[in-house]
């Protein structure tokens, strides 16, 4: 079984920096892309931020600049360094993992969530 574990989360003032982690475990021999997405209140869910295995990064038009995506594809973990934040990046934040090929087969993952809460 793979899982998915975020952490990181917590109440930031405008201007401050969170980190954001994600480790997935379970028997996993590859992972395609690990990204980050969020759900802000009454909105949709949304991309952030992804990496795929060769490198290449996608970021929402709202983050670039301030949010930077890296990966440790040794330990399965991925990690979202947010910057100057803003009370509009207040959401509850998901890790995903996409095309993951573990022993139970392939599949598409998700963790519990993370509430990022941007205020003074």
């Known amino acids: 079984q793979v899982q998915l574990v975020e952490s990181g989360g917590g109440l930031v003032q405008p201007g401050g920096s969170l980190r954001l982690s994600c480790a997935a475990s379970g028997s996993i021999f590859s992972i395609n892309a690990m990204g980050w997405y969020r759900r802000a209140p009454g909105k949709q869910r949304e991309l952030v931020a992804a990496?795929?295995?060769?490198?290449?990064?996608n970021y929402a038009n709202s983050v670039k600049g301030r949010f930077t995506i890296s990966r440790d594809n040794a330990k399965n973990t991925v990690y979202l360094q947010m910057n100057s934040l803003k009370p509009e990046d207040t959401a509850v934040y998901y890790c995903?993992?996409?095309?993951?090929?573990?022993?139970?087969?392939?599949?598409?993952?998700w963790g519990q969530g993370t509430q990022v809460t941007v205020s003074s």
């Open positions: 995903n993992a996409e095309r993951v090929l573990a022993t139970i087969g392939w599949g598409d993952y």
């Open positions: 990496l795929n295995s060769g490198g290449s990064t």
